[in-house]
């Protein structure tokens, strides 16, 4: 089946810039609720082109472009007629095609219970030097990997089918409301065979053969006062990113605060190296550190991002007294700096999800970001100055941006 339920016009191009450090174009990727839109715009990001929406009405959980070629995008999509599937265009969303093989769980060894993706929730392009191989993880949580482009998906058996892992995993209806996921997918750029994902809940976990076995990562992550902290199921990782500049950084946006990872090559098993450090303790104590993105400076390894929400009584998930803000630190944690110029001063009841924020690579980057109320806005000079791009979208799942030729 190769449909295009939803392929909008296609947007113009716009003129380069034609400095150094500067793309020629940009594509901010929104998925949401009920459809898909990109917005394109040039490098001084001034004007932003809409083509969309794509697969309306279908709930699209994220989008992304393959850096490889510049051209290729995955969208993880849940549709009425379909189910949970993955579309894949080649020309930039002008055209869709269904995978002819969608993520989808074997039969289980070992008499261990059967499961069905209720959706695809995380699509992560494999490393450089493996042009067609992507990775995608799932509710229930499972992880899959495609080594032609997108088109048909294996599941991994070292960690779908490990009866350590369906522990930890716990069962369809524990932890987010939408179900359980595997998000926060990671490949080494040193390394093809060096991988990392995160469970909602059941922590951390590393590979160093390409999937083959795994390791926890999940020493120094708290956990709820009566958890046991050395059992993956009981932590809650919201969001990990590695540092481009300093592959041997790691950040966390935690159900239990901000964190901060730092080893270096070749210590793996080493218990200082392992261990997690809690920076978020230096946040405004009447703010918290309770979020769901992270975001990473693509060439500072010091400085990052992230959006506070309040995480007290039933965790409304809502800005701190309706007072929206990105934060960021500048020294890898030891102090954060508010960022709020231009975001609504009062009265502003919605959040960000845990893959609705991101930051482009120009030589000044900026951040975006996507809210549960449809806003998608554009922090300039790093998030100094907050503006709208769109607002009436459905409500926003995820926000990628990449460069163009």
């Known amino acids: 089946m190769s449909p295009n339920p939803a392929a909008g016009p296609a947007a113009r191009k716009t003129a380069s810039s034609g400095k150094p450090g500067t793309a020629n174009r940009l594509v901010a990727m929104v998925a949401t609720r009920k459809g898909l839109w990109l917005f394109h715009a040039d490098a001084r990001r001034k004007a932003w082109q809409v083509d969309g929406p794509h697969f309306l009405g279908h709930i699209v959980s994220h989008v992304q472009l393959d850096p490889r070629d510049g051209r290729t995008l995955l969208a993880a999509a849940k549709t009425g007629h379909l189910g949970p599937t993955i579309f894949r265009s080649t020309n930039l969303g002008r055209t869709w095609q269904e995978a002819k093989q969608p993520p989808a769980f074997a039969r289980p060894a070992g008499g261990l219970p059967g499961r069905s993706v209720d959706h695809t929730f995380w699509l992560t392009p494999g490393h450089a030097s493996e042009r067609d191989t992507w990775y995608a993880g799932t509710s229930p949580q499972g992880l899959f990997r495609s080594e032609d482009g997108g088109v048909s998906w294996a599941p991994l058996a070292s960690v779908n089918d490990d009866a350590g892992f369906r522990d930890w995993m716990g069962t369809v209806q524990d932890g987010t409301p939408d179900g359980p996921k595997l998000h926060s997918i990671i490949v ?9 994902f995160a469970m909602s809940g059941g922590g951390v976990h590393e590979s160093r053969d390409a999937g083959s076995s795994w390791t926890t990562l999940i020493q120094g992550m708290e956990v709820f006062e009566s958890g046991d902290a050395s059992n993956p199921s009981f932590h809650d990782p919201h969001c990990v990113r590695l540092c481009p500049s300093n592959p041997d950084r790691l950040y966390q946006q935690n159900h239990f605060g901000i964190y901060r990872l730092d080893r270096r090559q070749g210590t793996a098993g080493n218990a200082s190296a392992d261990t997690w450090q809690r920076i978020g303790r230096k946040m405004p104590k009447r703010v918290g550190d ?12 010091d400085v990052a991002w992230v959006f506070p929400m309040d995480g007290t009584t039933v965790w409304p998930r809502t800005p701190p007294g309706g007072r929206p803000a990105a934060y960021v630190t500048r020294n890898a944690g030891r102090s954060w700096q508010r960022l709020d110029q231009g975001l609504p001063a009062s009265q502003a009841w ?6 609705a924020m991101t930051v482009d690579a120009l030589a000044k980057p900026a951040l975006y970001l996507g809210t549960t109320a449809g806003e998608l806005w554009i922090g300039r000079d790093e998030g100094a100055r907050w503006s709208n791009i769109a607002r009436h979208l459905p409500e926003i799942y995820a926000v990628e941006v990449a460069q163009l030729p």
């Open 188 to 196: 080494d750029p040193r390394n093809a065979s060096h991988l990392i």
């Open 290 to 301: 309770i979020g769901f993105p992270m975001v990473v400076h693509p060439r500072d390894a």
């Open 350 to 355: 919605w959040t960000v999800k845990r893959q």
